[in-house]
Each structure stands twice: as C-alpha cells, then as structure tokens.
C-alpha cells in the first residue's frame, strides 16, 4: 500500500492503517530516537517513546499535509526523544560530540574532527555550571527560561552565562586559529 492511501486511511481513523504504518516505521522511529538518546534509555522507556510517537501521528493525522510519513515521523520521534532528554537525562562531566562527517572530502573531515575536538575541549575546560548551561542550551535545546527554572536561577543570569561562555570559546577558537564568524555562536 502506497503513502497517500495509508495517509488518507489514517486520516479517516482506519486502524489498520495505524497498524500497518507501525509495522514499517517501528524500526526508522526506534534509530532516530536511540540515536539521539545514544544510551540514556532503558528498553521499556524506548518502546514506551515509539508508541508515543504513533500515538501523536494517530492524534494529529488531520495536520499531515505531506504525501510522505518518514519526515513527519522524524519530527515527532525528535521532539519525543528531545523532550525525554528535558525530563530526564541528568547532564554529568562526561560530553560527548557528535559530527556527521561524510566520506566526500578529507580534508574537511580533518577539519571538522579537530574543531570538535577543541569544542569539546573548551567545553570541558568550563566551570560545571557554564558547562551544563552550554549544553542545556545547544546540544539539549533547551530554553534559557527552562534552563533557568531547572538549575533555580535567574533568566539574566542564564543569558550573561552563555555570553561569557561563548566569548571565552571565541578566544580558545581565534588562538587556534580558527576565524570566527559573527553570530556563529549565537
């Protein structure tokens, strides 16, 4: 059965269709929520995630306005898995970065594995709140008001945090010469 048939059955509340997409994206939905939960889930928290996902396409099948589910999927599954990371996952000393690095060009690659390198190294080199605000911010997605509510502090604070933080890395970056470009970190 083609999209737009499965679309429009899901759309007109036909449970099959909900069954049969689920049977075919099950394994799509899973990767890109391990992906980006890399380790920080239990098994049933995962399938527990994976039916939230299917269950919010059931809910909202009215607003799919494209004929093709896997990027529909994916948003949800993120906005899933990155709300998980919100409730759940505690921030420690340890980063880890992560960079898609393609086969095209070597050089690049090169580049691009040394600025994650220094990134996370200056990261590392940041006193533990600035730390854990920094990632909150940029690899979590959070607000600076969620921030704030979550580490009891005051919104301006979280602000001025982030301002000094990426001006320390703008200097770490230019001493190793590494051009920076305005508003890269903002």
Request: glycine residues 2%.
């Amino acid at each position: 059965m083609n999209e737009v048939k499965l679309i429009n059955k899901l759309k007109k509340k036909k449970t099959t269709a909900l069954e049969h997409i689920i049977e075919i994206y099950t394994p799509y939905v899973s990767t890109i929520i391990r992906n980006i939960l890399q380790g920080y889930i239990s098994c049933e928290d995962l399938e527990e995630l994976i039916a939230d996902v299917f269950l919010s396409l059931w809910e909202n099948a009215d607003n799919i306005k494209s004929d093709h589910l896997s990027g529909y999927l994916s948003a949800i599954s993120r906005t899933k898995a990155l709300n998980y990371i919100r409730r759940n996952v505690v921030i420690t000393e340890n980063i880890e970065e992560q960079i898609i690095i393609s086969d095209d060009n070597v050089e690049e690659d090169t580049v691009k594995r040394e600025l994650s390198y220094i990134l996370k190294k200056i990261i590392g080199e940041l006193p533990i709140k600035e730390r854990e605000i920094m990632l909150r911010f940029y690899y979590y997605q959070q607000k600076v008001s969620e921030i704030a509510d979550y580490m009891n502090m005051n919104e301006s604070t979280i602000k001025t945090k982030l301002f000094r933080s990426r001006k320390i890395m703008r200097k770490e970056l230019e001493k190793r010469g590494y051009g920076y470009e305005e508003n890269k970190f903002e």
